[in-house]
């Protein structure tokens, strides 16, 4: 690989992510249930993701820019969607991976990134008109499609970053105060019919024990409760690793993927949970100034879908391991364990840094006429 690869990376975000996956491993290692072939797994991992990244970040990925490709993709990953119906694997009442023994896929890690890639271009393309209902209709089109496949499956999680993403970046593009509110009052109505008609009792469980925590902790808080009971326990400088009772002895579940930051959080202390806000604040910070020094809407627009991608997942995970959010099955972002979520994180920062090295590096004197819509 050539050293003017190298020259494209933006450093910033790397040496922030290093630590952030390595807190995660040395976290891992410490589990008595298998902790130790977790740590190797999610190794393997971060090494493939991260040669990926490099490959990524080394082509010229111009052709995302035409619709035909991005279309394209948009497809693929919604196909991969539908098949699920068909072929997916059930876990835990959930069917939303691709079961291949050793290897497990989950599409709609996929569908997120295509589905910035295609906001991406269509917003970039009307930017001025963004303010028209009907290309808010588009958007709400091609981000409502693979929402109710992840709905069904039912991934509700996955769900919720697709709208938190589809959200952003039409706000971001200009919309108007007007259709703000009639998306408002659209979506309220849109949660009530779902709450009558669509929602499982076990979906409205987590959202009654997210008002009243307490309410039910030996059974549906019961998650939300032993995760704080973890966070709360590492005080100001942690249990140390391989000390975290609540981890260790399985009373907080799913702690190497949803609840990884409550198990940080009790082996590190209340010093490694701002270390790791600090670090992933960097990580967005960072990529929102990339996005505002490259030369078209389209990149720009790419590199904000791409922070509120991770701020979406970011927002979601920590809060519910602090007992703020629901529990919804959202992983944090480079952190918690697994293959798909991880390369996918890589491959979108691989098609940044790429846009980053291909745009005229300069700052812009001017707010980016995106943002003038």
Excluded at 201 to 224: C, H, M, V, W
Excluded at 318 to 330: A, F, H
Aim: charged residues 10%; hydrophobic residues 55%.
């Amino acid at each position: 690989m050539k050293f003017s690869v190298l020259k494209k990376i933006d450093w910033w975000i790397v040496v922030s992510l290093i630590p952030l996956m390595a807190l995660s491993v040395a976290t891992m290692s410490s589990f008595s249930d298998g902790g130790g072939l977790l740590a190797y797994r999610q190794l393997l991992w971060i090494g493939i993701s991260f040669a990926a990244f490099l490959i990524v970040s080394s082509l010229d990925v111009s052709f995302l820019k035409q619709s035909r490709i991005v279309l394209i993709l948009y497809g693929i990953g919604v196909s991969l969607l539908l098949a699920l119906i068909f072929i997916g694997s059930t876990n835990k009442g959930a069917t939303s991976w691709f079961d291949f023994g050793g290897f497990s896929f989950q599409p709609s890690d996929l569908i997120k990134l295509t589905l910035i890639l295609v906001l991406a271009k269509y917003l970039a393309r009307r930017h001025i008109e963004i303010r028209a209902i009907k290309h808010i209709i588009i958007t709400g089109i091609y981000f409502v499609i693979p929402f109710l496949l992840i709905f069904i499956q039912p991934d509700f999680g996955s769900a919720i970053i697709l709208f938190g993403i589809w959200f952003g970046m039409i706000l971001v593009s200009g919309i108007s105060r007007r259709h703000l509110l009639i998306l408002f009052l659209g979506g309220l109505g849109i949660f009530m019919v779902m709450w009558t008609f669509v929602f499982k009792e076990y979906q409205k469980d987590r959202l009654r024990t997210f008002i009243d925590p307490l309410s039910d902790i030996q059974g549906t808080g019961y998650n939300a409760f032993q995760s704080t009971i973890a966070v709360g326990s590492g005080q100001l400088a942690g249990k140390g690793v391989g000390y975290g009772t609540q981890s260790r002895l399985s009373f907080l579940p799913e702690h190497e993927t949803d609840f990884i930051y409550a198990a940080v959080a009790e082996e590190w202390g209340f010093i490694g949970s701002i270390i790791v806000l600090a670090l992933f604040g960097i990580v967005i910070i960072r990529i929102l100034l990339l996005g505002y020094q490259m030369n078209s809407n389209f990149e720009l627009l790419f590199a904000v879908g791409l922070a509120l991608y991770f701020m979406t997942h970011i927002i979601i995970n920590i809060g519910m391991n602090i007992g703020l959010m629901p529990v919804t099955g959202v992983t944090l972002p480079f952190m918690s364990y697994g293959g798909s979520h991880l390369l996918v994180e890589w491959v979108g920062l691989g098609i940044l840094m790429s846009m980053h090295g291909q745009s005229r590096s300069v700052y812009k004197n001017n707010s980016p006429e995106v943002f003038l819509g």
